[in-house]
């Protein structure tokens, strides 16, 4: 009888979930939310894997770029839509090879782009004399090898308010789960009284780690400690509809992974973005945490503002931007970690996967650079 | 594709017809007419009742009583065998001889138990299907409802209603349902009058009316009533129950979700005054509290209560007073919490001057808010979003002659919208205070219908209502430059309106029509046309309903959706009105759809104007019905098929929504097959069965694959281009009816449901979703397992 109760408990739990599951989209955008998610998805048995083909129509043409303020070179990348199997190679057929690029400005300046014989779906500018200024609207000039030619609406690159403060926030993994604590880190920033700023953000930690899990200590000197990179959320996107004029505070951007005790190198950077930008990246982000619920907002291309010259209704996908950028780092210095304690609970759990790092000069003078 | 477009001018063709044929006839001459008139009651609990139906066969004039139980109808002297029939009723039939006199009667009506579900869904007079003027029509019947089988043993209002041809929904679990092919916030839901702009608890699980409360439930699908407009779709009125006359009387019932209670008596000595009040409780956060972490954590409540006070002034006059609410909580731990609540208000003076005149005034308010808090640490704040409408009508009731049934009455409209506000809370928030403006707007309409009976043979309902809409300021219109899609950097000019000054006037003619003519006794052919025009717009870009989403009323930039709608219905019954059957065709076109602009920004938007776009909509479908009214064994097969789809017809390609094609709307599903059967055993048991299948409804899979900012990005370059694979389940259920008589006034009863038998895994949605390097499909299933639940309910 026990057990039959307990049946049903078991299975009211599981309608629960898959209900519950439909309604997460609403929370998608909050860390909790995606957390939930995630354990609901596993935990029940609402979900099941499908084998359906995703269907490929004519390819179009994907436009990937981006003009900053900081020097020279900048890249656009251009491919095709179409079947991408691998995950880091670009199949050939859908690079677009033998493209005239240009990029113009609104005072008549104009730089033309050379595709990289080693990654030939980027162009790049490497002439030093053109440099993005805020207040400049840019555009973009593609044509294709077949005669096609591609447009982007001018693109104003705004101004971007610098970054006030880097804080990073110890924060304990969850216990019994194979997971590391992390150092949240948190971003201040003054939003300027002018309506209309949009933010994006990108950062980077270098977090330390050992080869194969634990340190291997040889004269008193660890030999097998490296770094490993890791990077913020892809899309993370703010605008100032709702704190016009406050300050941005405590805006999580990073979460760096204790794998191994030392220190943390960070960099976060700060990007500015045209309204036009922003509802791109807004909507990219959107269908790339779609969960399926009927509370997705119907999907749709994300188109952004890169068209066909001659006829306006043929719009590639991507989106060519333009950025003032701000940067901030930080050193994290670790020393509040127990090593004793630390090697007792992870000892060998986060085996090293030592990625490319900046030299040791450059981590001497992190901060100062 | 098959249309119906040619069928427009058949239509035309029958009504033309029908005008000429109607002046040709000569009037028939006059003769002394007398009057049956009098009070149908319950005879167990002495309550008035209403839709019976009171006919003499022979003579063929019938009538059907009003609200307050009341009927009249004039006559010419002779023998009459009167027939007072009503659903759960026993028939009871009364002779009388008019010779040179009125004539006063009071009848009671015994309750059959044991027919008590005659059938589900029942028109008022046995061969009402046939014989009554309208079509389109459905009506539920309440005491059959318990043994119809449901999710979580919740009885269902709105649930049983898309069991019915021509009622559907995105999915199960999903808030709201369509009718015909129209969209959820189509449907006019009116609670004694009052507008209702919520139907759902916990975001779409169950409805939010309690069904122990409500005397009546009756769906217009098509043939609109001209005394109502506002909504393009369809009408449901309910009724909260009177309170019964004779003592007090307790029932309710516990579920796996909710605990009920309803009280209702007399109030008074006199038992004039009787009242009723009800209410439903949900714990289903004990449930979520048996989850793992961290859901445990999630919190979800919600309540509804039903109030009335009816005051029997005289046999002819009776005031009544209704109060509704319902409330709703959905917490996310550290996240947020959402709110909703929707309050209903309504007063009503009936009064029956004389027997050929009689009317209805109407005072009611409904008010509906949503709150939205933020619990995130540095960004706690409350949005809200709320509506308030009230409303004054008057409704009369003129019948001459008893071949004449003349309404007539007019309705005053208030809006008043906060489309969404956000507000800081704590000391630590960075949120910015921001408000909307509010949107006010004014309505007023009348209308005027008659019902006219030549011969037996043949009936016409013709009416007509005016409806005129201004809304008003303070407001802003925002200008946009001409020739070109408007975004917020085209905005030329803003426009500031003082307070009362008119922001844009809309109003018209809507024409309503309804004709029968029998082709034998128990066969007619049923003729329909309707007109209906909706001021208010629900905004919600999402495929089901959600409690985030808000209504706006018409402005210079939204002018009012209109639909008409031409039906036409075959209808015949055999075997003494045992079996009903129907079929009925439609053909339905839609202007001013509300679509949005691929990613449009809805929350907080202040030009939303140019978000909106503007779409065509059309729906068309055959409904099949078989349905068998008595016996041991009741029930309906239902077949419909039908389409429905949308354009956006935009000048401008950028917005355009599939190239400005015609593509299925979100509800389109078009095979619907529903068998529901009710089988009396004996000692009180009955064994009741749903099977429903249905098309999967239309969704967007990616067509296109691209790799942008180092993700694999998918393209949906098509809406609706696909559709999720068919629907289909069994439902079983027995329920125990512990009363041994008619007349037994404590009883409990018993009711077990199994929902989705054969445990098929119906697919909600399908979506698709990187994982890590490769994207794969899923599905997701919301009731994919078998769901047993179990409830008792009792009186006393």
Same mark, same amino acid.
């Given at each position: 009888m026990t057990q039959r109760f307990t049946e049903m408990i078991r299975r009211y739990t599981e309608i629960f979930v898959c209900w519950a599951t439909s309604l997460l989209s609403q929370l998608k955008s909050s860390r909790s939310g995606v957390l939930v998610y995630l354990c609901v998805i596993t935990l029940s048995g609402c979900v099941d894997e499908l084998q359906l083909p995703i269907r490929q129509v004519e390819p179009r043409l994907v436009v990937e770029g981006l003009i900053t303020t900081d020097p020279p070179p900048y890249s656009i990348k251009l491919t095709f839509s179409g079947r991408y199997n691998s995950a880091y190679e670009l199949p050939e057929g859908l690079l677009v090879n033998g493209a005239v690029v240009t990029i113009n400005d609104d005072q008549g300046h104009s730089v033309r782009l050379r595709q990289d014989p080693l990654a030939p779906a980027y162009y790049f500018v490497r002439d030093t004399t053109f440099r993005g200024k805020a207040g400049r609207r840019y555009t973009l000039h593609i044509r294709l090898d077949d005669g096609r030619q591609y447009v982007s609406s001018p693109e104003l690159l705004t101004d971007v308010p610098p970054i006030e403060q880097l804080t990073a926030e110890y924060q304990s993994g969850a216990s019994g789960l194979p997971q590391p604590s992390i150092y949240r880190v948190l971003l201040d920033t003054r939003d300027p009284i002018t309506p209309g700023n949009y933010y994006r953000w990108s950062a980077?930690?270098?977090?330390?780690?050992?080869? @194969? =899990?634990?340190?291997?200590?040889?004269?008193?000197?660890?030999? @097998?400690?490296?770094?490993?990179? *890791?990077?913020?959320?892809? *899309?993370?996107?703010?605008?100032?509809?709702?704190?016009?004029? @406050?300050?941005?505070?405590?805006?999580?951007?990073?979460?760096?992974?204790?794998? =191994?005790?030392?220190?943390?190198?960070?960099?976060?950077?700060?990007?500015?973005?045209?309204?036009?930008?922003?509802?791109?990246?807004?909507? /990219?982000?959107?269908?790339?945490?779609?969960?399926?619920?009927?509370?997705?907002? +119907?999907?749709?291309?994300?188109? =952004?503002?890169?068209? +066909?010259?001659?006829? *306006?209704?043929?719009?590639?996908? =991507?989106?060519?931007?333009?950025?003032?950028?701000?940067?901030?780092?930080?050193?994290?210095?670790?020393?509040?970690?127990?090593?004793?304690?630390?090697?007792?609970?992870?000892?060998?759990? /986060?085996?090293?996967?030592?990625?490319?790092?900046?030299?040791d000069a450059e981590l001497e003078n992190w901060t100062t650079n | 594709m098959f249309t119906f477009y040619p069928m427009h001018q058949f239509f035309v063709r029958i009504i033309l017809a029908s005008v000429l044929l109607l002046i040709a006839v000569p009037r028939l001459q006059a003769q002394i007419r007398f009057r049956i008139y009098g009070q149908v009651v319950d005879g167990v609990t002495n309550k008035p009742l209403a839709n019976v139906s009171v006919y003499d066969k022979k003579q063929g004039a019938g009538t059907t009583t009003d609200s307050t139980g009341a009927f009249s109808m004039q006559v010419l002297p002779g023998p009459y065998n009167l027939t007072f029939s009503a659903v759960g009723y026993y028939a009871r039939s009364r002779f009388l001889e008019i010779e040179r006199a009125n004539i006063r009667m009071e009848v009671a009506l015994n309750p059959d138990t044991r027919q008590l579900d005659e059938v589900n869904v029942k028109g008022r007079t046995p061969d009402a299907n046939v014989s009554a003027t309208q079509m389109s029509v459905v009506r539920l019947d309440m005491k059959n409802l318990r043994n119809i089988p449901v999710v979580f043993g919740e009885v269902d209002i709105l649930k049983a209603l898309t069991l019915q041809p021509g009622v559907s929904t995105v999915g199960e679990g999903a808030g709201g349902f369509n009718v015909r092919g129209g969209r959820t916030d189509q449907n006019l839901v009116l609670l004694d009058g009052a507008p209702l702009f919520n139907t759902s608890h916990l975001l779409g699980l169950l409805s939010n009316l309690n069904a122990d409360a409500i005397q009546d439930v009756t769906l217009y699908k098509g043939g609109i009533p001209a005394a109502y407009g506002g909504r393009l779709s369809s009408l449901l009125l309910m009724n909260t129950k009177a309170g019964e006359t004779d003592r007090v009387s307790v029932n309710g019932g516990i579920g796996l979700l909710t605990s009920r209670l309803l009280v209702q008596g007399p109030a008074s000595k006199n038992k004039k005054l009787t009242f009723l009040a009800g209410g439903r409780i949900a714990y289903p956060s004990f449930i979520l509290g048996l989850f793992p972490e961290p859901t445990n954590k999630d919190r979800a409540f919600f309540y509804d209560l039903n109030g009335r006070l009816t005051y029997r002034l005289t046999n002819d006059s009776q005031l009544s007073a209704t109060v509704y609410r319902s409330y709703d909580t959905f917490k996310f731990p550290q996240d947020t919490l959402y709110t909703t609540q929707s309050t209903l208000l309504?007063?009503?003076?009936?009064?029956?001057?004389?027997?050929?005149?009689?009317?209805?005034?109407?005072? %009611?308010?409904?008010?509906?808010?949503?709150?939205?808090?933020?619990? $995130?640490?540095?960004?706690?704040?409350?949005?809200?979003?709320?509506?308030? #409408?009230?409303?004054?009508?008057?409704?009369?009731?003129?019948?001459?002659?008893?071949?004449?049934?003349?309404?007539?009455?007019?309705s005053l409209t208030g809006y008043s919208l906060l489309p969404g506000a956000i507000a800081p809370t704590g000391d630590n928030s960075n949120i910015n205070t921001q408000t909307l403006p509010t949107?006010?707007?004014?309505?007023?309409?009348?209308?005027?219908?008659?019902?006219?009976?030549?011969?037996?043979?043949?009936?016409?309902?013709? &009416?007509?209502?005016?409806?005129?809409?201004?809304?008003?300021?303070?407001?802003?219109?925002?200008?946009?430059?001409?020739?070109?899609?408007?975004?917020?950097?085209?905005?030329?000019?803003?426009?500031?309106?003082?307070? !009362?000054?008119?922001?844009?006037?809309? !109003?018209?003619?809507?024409?309503?029509?309804?004709?029968?003519?029998?082709?034998?006794?128990?066969?007619?052919?049923?003729?329909?046309?309707?007109? $209906?025009?909706?001021?208010?717009?629900?905004?919600?870009?999402?495929?089901?309903?959600?409690?985030?989403?808000?209504?706006?009323?018409?402005?210079?930039?939204?002018?009012?959706?209109?639909?008409? #709608?031409?039906?036409v219905g075959y209808f015949r019954n055999f075997n003494d009105n045992m079996y009903e059957t129907s079929v009925e065709v439609y053909h339905k076109t839609l202007?001013?759809?509300?679509?949005?602009?691929?990613?449009?920004?809805?929350?907080?938007?202040?030009?939303?104007?140019?978000?909106?776009?503007?779409?065509?909509?059309?729906?068309?479908?055959?409904?099949?019905?078989? #349905?068998?009214?008595?016996?041991?064994?009741?029930?309906?097969?239902?077949?419909?098929?039908?389409?429905?789809?949308?354009?956006?017809?935009?000048?401008?390609?950028?917005?355009?929504?599939?190239?400005?094609?015609?593509?299925?709307?979100?509800?389109?599903?078009?095979?619907?097959?529903?068998?529901?059967?009710?089988?009396?055993?004996?000692? &009180?048991? %009955?064994?009741?069965?749903?099977?429903?299948?249905?098309?999967?409804?239309?969704?967007?899979?990616?067509?296109?694959?691209?790799?942008?900012?180092?993700?694999?990005?998918?393209?949906?370059?098509?809406?609706?281009?696909?559709?999720?694979?068919?629907?289909?389940?069994?439902?079983?259920?027995?329920?125990?009816?512990?009363?041994? %008589?008619?007349?037994?006034?404590?009883?409990?009863?018993?009711?077990?449901?199994?929902?989705?038998?054969?445990?098929?895994?119906?697919?909600?949605?399908?979506?698709? #979703?990187?994982?890590?390097?490769?994207?794969?499909?899923?599905?997701?299933?919301?009731?994919?397992?078998?769901?047993?639940?179990i409830s008792w309910n009792f009186t006393y």
């Open positions: 980077l930690a270098y977090s330390p780690i050992w080869q @194969n =899990g634990v340190p291997k200590v040889f004269e008193s000197v660890t030999v @097998n400690a490296c770094l490993t990179t *890791t990077y913020g959320p892809l *899309t993370d996107v703010l605008s100032d509809a709702l704190i016009n004029g @406050n300050r941005i505070s405590r805006r999580p951007v990073l979460d760096a992974p204790i794998y =191994g005790t030392g220190r943390h190198y960070v960099e976060v950077q700060q990007y500015s973005l045209t309204r036009a930008a922003y509802q791109y990246w807004t909507r /990219f982000e959107e269908q790339r945490t779609r969960t399926g619920s009927l509370f997705d907002a +119907q999907p749709a291309s994300i188109e =952004g503002n890169v068209h +066909q010259q001659t006829d *306006t209704t043929i719009v590639a996908l =991507g989106y060519f931007g333009a950025s003032t950028i701000s940067r901030k780092r930080l050193v994290i210095p670790g020393d509040t970690i127990n090593y004793g304690r630390f090697i007792v609970r992870y000892g060998g759990l /986060f085996k090293g996967n030592c990625s490319v790092v900046p030299s | 309504t007063a009503r003076w009936s009064q029956r001057l004389n027997p050929q005149l009689s009317f209805n005034l109407t005072a %009611t308010q409904s008010d509906y808010r949503f709150f939205l808090d933020g619990l $995130t640490s540095t960004n706690t704040y409350r949005y809200r979003s709320t509506i308030r #409408q009230r409303d004054a009508r008057l409704d009369w009731l003129y019948t001459p002659k008893p071949t004449h049934r003349l309404e007539f009455g007019g949107e006010q707007a004014r309505e007023w309409a009348g209308y005027l219908s008659e019902e006219w009976t030549p011969f037996r043979v043949l009936s016409v309902q013709v &009416g007509v209502r005016y409806a005129q809409f201004t809304n008003v300021g303070p407001g802003v219109a925002y200008q946009y430059a001409e020739g070109q899609p408007r975004t917020r950097e085209s905005i030329t000019d803003t426009l500031r309106y003082g307070n !009362g000054q008119a922001l844009a006037h809309y !109003g018209g003619w809507e024409p309503r029509l309804t004709i029968r003519a029998n082709l034998t006794p128990n066969s007619s052919l049923k003729v329909s046309y309707n007109r $209906t025009r909706q001021f208010l717009h629900l905004i919600s870009n999402t495929t089901a309903i959600s409690p985030v989403d808000f209504w706006k009323v018409s402005d210079a930039l939204v002018p009012p959706q209109v639909a008409d #709608q031409f039906a202007e001013n759809l509300v679509e949005y602009r691929n990613g449009a920004t809805l929350l907080l938007n202040p030009t939303l104007d140019a978000d909106l776009l503007r779409a065509q909509g059309k729906a068309y479908g055959v409904e099949v019905s078989v #349905q068998k009214t008595r016996g041991l064994l009741t029930g309906l097969i239902a077949y419909t098929y039908s389409r429905t789809l949308a354009r956006v017809p935009s000048p401008y390609p950028s917005v355009q929504i599939n190239g400005g094609d015609w593509y299925p709307s979100t509800f389109d599903r078009p095979h619907n097959l529903t068998i529901a059967t009710q089988w009396k055993w004996s000692r &009180g048991w %009955t064994f009741g069965t749903n099977f429903v299948y249905t098309s999967g409804r239309p969704t967007t899979y990616p067509d296109g694959t691209y790799r942008l900012n180092g993700a694999k990005v998918l393209d949906y370059s098509q809406r609706n281009a696909d559709r999720i694979p068919d629907y289909h389940r069994l439902d079983v259920s027995f329920t125990k009816d512990g009363r041994r %008589t008619v007349g037994q006034r404590h009883y409990s009863n018993w009711s077990i449901s199994f929902y989705n038998v054969y445990a098929h895994k119906n697919p909600y949605s399908i979506y698709f #979703q990187r994982v890590n390097t490769t994207t794969k499909s899923y599905q997701l299933s919301v009731f994919g397992t078998i769901i047993p639940s």
